[in-house]
Structure formats: C-alpha cells, structure tokens
C-alpha cells in the first residue's frame, strides 16, 4: 500500500520509527506493508520517491538537519499527480484557518478515490459531511481515530455499536486542560502548570487552542458530527475555557468535596443536537474525578444499554501513532 | 436470516420483546430481519414453526403458561436437523457440567457451518479454542459479545485494535459483588445485599456462583483465551470469592482510605498467562474504586498504548440484549 505522509511532526516521527527502527517491538505490525512514496512537510522541505522511501533513513536524516531538502512541487500538486493509495495527513489542527488547508488535502485525494486516514481534528471537526459523503461517493475510507483521545478505537466502538443509537454524550477530551487542572487544584499556578505540561510536551505550542477550550470544542464537533449527524463545526460548540480559574477557585471546590474538569456535553435539544465545552465541578466519587492527568474519558448514551465509557489512562508518545496504524490497517482490509 | 432460540430465560424474554413490542423505540432495529423457526428450553418447553414463529405471541404465551408446549424433538436434534441460519444459546453457565450442554449446543451448529451467538458463558470459559478453531473451519461466526459486561462491546474492540497486541488486563467483572461490596461498605449485613440483589433479578439463583467468584473466573477465562491464546478454563483461575469478607473488615478498609473491590487479572508471567480473582483493596481515587453499585470494568493493556479503560455504568435489562443484537448484526452483515 503506498502512502503520502503530510506533516512530520512528533506524530510522524513517532509513526516512522515504530515502522522502523522499533518495529520488531510491535508484533502486530508484521502484516503491515506500507511503501512511502512521499513526504510534505509545511515549511521544513518534502521528499518523493515513487520507488519507496526508507523511511528508517529519512527520519535520521530529518533529525540531523531539521528539514528535508526542498520541494520539487507543492503538496495539492503532488496529491493531484502522484500515485500512492492512501493520504496519510499529520498537519496539525487550524481554528483559524477553519481546517486548511487539511480539508483541501483530504478532499484532494478523496476526490480521486483515495484513502485517507488523519491525525488532524480540521478535516472531521470543520467539514465531515461533506467528506464523509464524497468518501462515500468514490468508495474510499475517510478515518481520524486518533482525531480525538488519540489510538483509543472511539470511532470503531462506534462503527461496532450496531443496532443500538446514540443519544447523546460528554467527556474529558482535552489532555492539557486535564493536567493543568490537576496541577491547579495541587497548589500550583496556572502559567507554572502550563509550562510544566508545554515542558512534557503535549501541550499545544499555542496554549490558547487548550485553554480556552477550541481543542475540545473542535473534539466535540468531530464526535457529534459522527455520532449524533450534527453537521457542526468548533466555532458553534458552545464554549468557556479555564483560562480565568486560578488555583484557589479550585482548592476551594476541593475542599468541599468537588473535582474542577473541562466537560465537554452533546445532547439532543428540541430535536436538535447542543454542545457545550466548560469547566464544571463534578464530585469526587464521579468517574470523571478519576481521570487524572493526562487521562481522557468518554461517555456515551445509547439507547439501548445504561452509559459506556472509555478512559485513556496517561497516554504516552505512542497512543496518536496507535491510532493511524489502526486506520491503516482498517484500509489495507478494505482494499 | 432464520435463527433457533435455545433458553428463554430473562435474557431470551427481553430480546423477544424488544424485536416486537418495543421494536418502533429502537430505530436501529429497522435492518434486522430475523425468523425464528425454534425456541428450545432446558424444562419449559418448545417450539418450532418452519413458516417462523411470532415472537410477540410467543412470549405472551410463555408469560401467561410459564412454559411452551412440550417439544416434538430434543434440543440436539433439532440443532442437527432443523434449517436455521444462526444459533442464539442463551441458557446459563454451568460450572459443574463444565459449560455443557451449552457446548454440545455450539458446536452442533458450528459443524454444520452455521453461525452461533451466545449470551452463555460456558462455550468461551471452557472451550474456546476447540470452537473457534471449528468456526474457522467452517467459515462461521462464534460469537459471544455478551458473555461478558453485557453488551459493552469488549470483544469487537479487540477486534479494532487492529496492529496491536493485548500484555494483560485487569477488571471488575461481576455485578453481584460488586454491588454487595457497596452495601457491606454502608454497613449492611452480606445475607442482606445478596437477597436485595436477588430481588433486583441480577443475582443468579445460586449466589454462590457470584459470591465464590465463579462468575468472574469464567469471564477471566473468556478474556485471557481470546485476548492472550491462553486455552484455560474457569477452574484454572486462582480464586478467592467474598463469601468470608464482613461489612466490619469492609469499613475498616474504608476508614483507611480504601474499597475493597473483586479483581480480576491477567498477565504473562515466564511466558506462560496467570490469571487471578479475589477481593483487593483498591484507594479511593482509583478509577476501580469508582465502578460503584452494578458497574463493571476492564483496563486493558496493549504493547502501544497508555491503558485502555471501557467502564460499564449501570447497566440496565436490555444492555445483554443488545449484546446479542449487535452480534445478530454482525453474522447478517458477514453473509
């Protein structure tokens, strides 16, 4: 199966070395055989090779000099022309830029009956309709499992739910928020927190995307728009982050017993779908107050059965790559 | 797709009203054409019609005699004769008979390549392997979603994982205790919440199934033979019940800060898979200490990821139905 990496960041460095260096440490990856046939990067040079990319070598290379060389055209002209079977998109989310330009690249190879499988929370967050609709059209496999709690199989729970609706859900979507909040209720400062976690790094480089909820909002939107056909983007989520919580609001709901979280919520409303992203005080003995640090949690309402959960415990460096190795394999199965 | 019921226990009752009377509620229901040409219990009767028997009349009938007519032929006869497309056993487990005739029951359909679906947990405790190999075999479906946490659905997750190998899991697999240890720790007596358990209707019949940990040996073996190939059966697990815990040594656990809870684990230890269940004691702010009254819980760990939480809140009648519906979709969509 040839693909076409876009973006090669730490989700795509992470993912070339599990199929490289690491991968006699990942039994379950000897039946996937994936030829790279190039790499884009945004503003750090590209790579093309119709034959195969080493991707052991390229990963070095991309290390040692934190680039590749420049780009013999640019990634809409190369996901227009080269021939690979699946877009592997790994930019990273704009709210700004409402998805782009992750929407044009999906949509680039979608169009052409491509697979594609993304990491970027754009595509589903700001355009799922209509992709998963051209998807649809031209048989191809639009997935973004790791779009939201990383490899944790949200979305193949989902497609595995048969029979039973969804009617509703909420969450802890946003890993920074979570930790920060932790850390607040500790005694620590708000800046000292979010310094902590940009230090470990899986905080945004723009702290704002975590704290002021659009992470979680674009999260939201993803799940309603899949679980629940909202047809909603983030800028719709209603939304209040945690920016003006200081740690003494949270000792003090605390001590009387109360957890400070950033819950997301969907729910059916007079027959339309609401979403919401703020903080809330949940009580201690409430699964949401045992999703510690880094920890996310999903729960969700079916009409069938009493709430399921899903809790990713400390997720490390490897759960996003977790999470597009699953949906490649999803398409290899498919073709 | 033409389905034999063997058992018509709460379980079979509840899935035969929710495929008629309450069909309109659940919409998801609408792409499921099932007839039944048998309905067999272990005391009460039968029926068969190969014309298909309506399911709605038949479970009036059944509530208003307690029993069908008495049957023409025995189950195993009908299983080898009648022309049906997938058994659905719902009787119940048997640790003395070593999960017979439940077995007897799958493997007659599997031989025949028909599919089976069982609520029961017998068949995967004590004979996985044998009837999974024979499913293979035959092209079948074995499929056992509710065998364990109802219709929370374990098992088509770990078939998501996709690329990734499961190391081990812990969990809280049966109700019943968990929910007496709940009453012993508010200071009720053990005969007590076990009769109120068995007032609720989801104590089995005979509590020491639940109370000696049986239950939740079976559901380990079902676990570790389909998550880490470890051919045991429930007798292989090392067990300890909570038959001899107090509501005084629960309080005292309690009044140090933590709950005592029935773990089961899995791992391999020298190559070879432990499997243990027996009251621990958990602290208060870990996610186990959370899964109160009813709940159940797996933490499932792979060689990727951070560890995999699937809670189950609350489950209400209809959730191991469902379990059994979603795998009723499963063998429809795999024809």
């Given at each position: 199966?040839?693909?076409?990496?876009?973006?090669?960041?730490?989700?795509?460095?992470?993912?070339?070395?599990?199929?490289?260096?690491?991968?006699?440490?990942?039994?379950?990856?000897?039946?996937?055989?994936?030829?790279?046939?190039?790499?884009?990067?945004?503003?750090?040079?590209?790579?093309?090779?119709?034959?195969?990319?080493?991707?052991?070598?390229?990963?070095?290379?991309?290390?040692?000099?934190?680039?590749?060389?420049?780009?013999?055209?640019?990634?809409?002209?190369?996901?227009?022309?080269?021939?690979?079977?699946?877009?592997?998109?790994?930019?990273?989310?704009?709210?700004?830029?409402?998805?782009?330009?992750?929407?044009?690249?999906?949509?680039?190879?979608?169009?052409?009956?491509?697979?594609?499988v993304t990491a970027n929370k754009?595509p589903a967050a700001?355009?799922y309709?209509?992709?998963a609709?051209?998807?649809?059209?031209?048989?191809?496999?639009f997935l973004f499992e790791s779009a939201v709690m990383d490899g944790t199989p949200i979305f193949s729970l989902g497609r595995a739910l048969h029979?039973l609706?969804v009617?509703g859900f909420s969450g802890i979507f946003n890993t920074?928020?979570?930790?920060?909040?932790?850390?607040?209720?500790?005694?620590?400062?708000?800046?000292?927190?979010?310094?902590?976690?940009?230090?470990?790094?899986?905080?945004?480089?723009?702290?704002?995307?975590?704290?002021?909820?659009?992470d979680a909002?674009a999260k939201t939107a993803i799940l309603a728009n899949v679980f629940l056909?909202a047809?909603?983007?983030?800028?719709?989520?209603?939304?209040?982050?945690?920016?003006?919580?200081?740690?003494?609001?949270?000792?003090?709901?605390?001590?009387?017993?109360?957890?400070?979280?950033?819950?997301c919520r969907a729910?059916?409303?007079?027959?339309?779908?609401?979403t919401?992203?703020?903080?809330?005080?949940?009580?201690?003995?409430?699964?949401?107050?045992?999703v510690?640090?880094?920890g996310a949690a999903l729960r969700l309402e079916t009409?069938?059965?009493?709430p399921l959960w899903i809790i990713q415990e400390?997720p490390?460096?490897?759960d996003t790559a977790a999470g597009v190795l699953q949906d490649?394999f999803t398409?290899?199965?498919?073709?």
């Amino acid at each position: 199966m040839r693909a076409v990496f876009v973006g090669f960041g730490n989700v795509g460095q992470r993912l070339a070395a599990m199929l490289t260096v690491e991968r006699s440490s990942f039994p379950g990856l000897k039946d996937l055989h994936l030829k790279t046939v190039g790499i884009f990067t945004r503003r750090r040079g590209s790579l093309v090779d119709a034959a195969g990319i080493d991707l052991g070598k390229a990963l070095q290379q991309f290390r040692e000099n934190s680039r590749f060389p420049a780009a013999p055209v640019t990634v809409l002209q190369a996901l227009e022309t080269l021939d690979y079977d699946v877009l592997v998109e790994l930019s990273t989310l704009s709210i700004a830029d409402k998805g782009e330009p992750a929407i044009s690249h999906v949509r680039s190879a979608l169009k052409r009956g491509l697979h594609v499988v993304t990491a970027n929370k754009g595509p589903a967050a700001f355009a799922y309709r209509k992709l998963a609709a051209l998807a649809r059209k031209n048989k191809a496999q639009f997935l973004f499992e790791s779009a939201v709690m990383d490899g944790t199989p949200i979305f193949s729970l989902g497609r595995a739910l048969h029979g039973l609706s969804v009617t509703g859900f909420s969450g802890i979507f946003n890993t920074t928020t979570n930790f920060v909040l932790s850390r607040l209720e500790a005694g620590e400062s708000m800046d000292a927190a979010v310094r902590t976690a940009q230090r470990l790094g899986f905080a945004e480089a723009d702290p704002s995307l975590d704290l002021e909820g659009w992470d979680a909002a674009a999260k939201t939107a993803i799940l309603a728009n899949v679980f629940l056909d909202a047809d909603i983007d983030p800028l719709q989520v209603e939304r209040r982050g945690i920016g003006d919580l200081t740690s003494a609001a949270v000792a003090k709901a605390a001590a009387a017993g109360r957890r400070v979280k950033l819950i997301c919520r969907a729910g059916l409303e007079n027959g339309k779908v609401r979403t919401q992203v703020g903080p809330e005080e949940v009580p201690m003995d409430h699964l949401f107050a045992a999703v510690s640090g880094k920890g996310a949690a999903l729960r969700l309402e079916t009409d069938m059965m009493g709430p399921l959960w899903i809790i990713q415990e400390e997720p490390g460096l490897s759960d996003t790559a977790a999470g597009v190795l699953q949906d490649l394999f999803t398409v290899a199965s498919s073709r």
